[in-house]
């Protein structure tokens, strides 16, 4: 059974808070991260803010029509994709590239990874963002593979 962590963010600043624990725990060895949610819900919010954290100097922006961004200047390198103007047929065509940026010390976000049907045959951590009743965002973790780095478990320390 897959481990979980969740945590509810009310304000940006708990959001903040989330993202630099995350940073601190992603910059020993990299990470792939699968990112879902509505329009709007707060995953680039929060890729933003781990950039932020990770020293990240770049103006980090969506990807949505330019499919990959690159960032370079932080404590080790971040990419940012987004699936969205793919679909799932797009998705398939990218699929052997999605697997090179799983690999080594760096940071790959997927936003929309609904697109990819579930199909990621690798390793990854998946963050579901929701919103909530009470007008927060509930950021759900949960790794999916093998060899988690103890990322699930050092989110509750």
């Given at each position: 059974?897959?481990k979980?962590?969740?945590?509810?963010c009310?304000?940006l600043?708990d959001?903040?808070?989330l993202?630099q624990?995350?940073a601190q725990?992603?910059k020993?060895n990299?990470?792939?991260?699968?990112?879902y949610?509505?329009i709007?819900a707060g995953?680039?919010a929060?890729?933003?803010l781990?950039?932020k954290?990770?020293?990240?100097?770049?103006h980090?922006?969506s990807p949505t029509?330019?499919i990959?961004?690159?960032?370079?200047?932080?404590e080790?390198?971040?990419y940012?994709?987004d699936?969205?103007r793919?679909?799932?047929?797009?998705v398939?065509?990218i699929?052997?590239?999605l697997r090179e940026?799983?690999?080594g010390?760096?940071?790959t976000?997927?936003?929309?990874?609904?697109?990819?049907?579930d199909?990621?045959?690798f390793n990854?951590?998946?963050?579901?963002?929701t919103?909530?009743?009470d007008?927060?965002?509930?950021?759900e973790f949960?790794?999916?593979?093998?060899d988690?780095n103890n990322i699930?478990?050092?989110?509750?320390?």
């Amino acid at each position: 059974m897959n481990k979980v962590y969740s945590q509810k963010c009310y304000t940006l600043e708990d959001t903040n808070k989330l993202a630099q624990k995350f940073a601190q725990i992603v910059k020993e060895n990299g990470g792939f991260v699968s990112l879902y949610g509505e329009i709007g819900a707060g995953k680039t919010a929060f890729v933003k803010l781990v950039a932020k954290a990770l020293g990240i100097e770049e103006h980090v922006t969506s990807p949505t029509f330019v499919i990959l961004n690159e960032y370079h200047s932080g404590e080790i390198p971040m990419y940012h994709f987004d699936l969205y103007r793919l679909e799932n047929e797009g998705v398939k065509t990218i699929m052997d590239e999605l697997r090179e940026y799983s690999d080594g010390r760096k940071l790959t976000f997927v936003e929309w990874a609904e697109f990819s049907d579930d199909e990621m045959p690798f390793n990854h951590l998946k963050i579901n963002v929701t919103y909530t009743e009470d007008d927060a965002r509930q950021y759900e973790f949960e790794f999916l593979g093998e060899d988690n780095n103890n990322i699930i478990e050092r989110l509750y320390k």
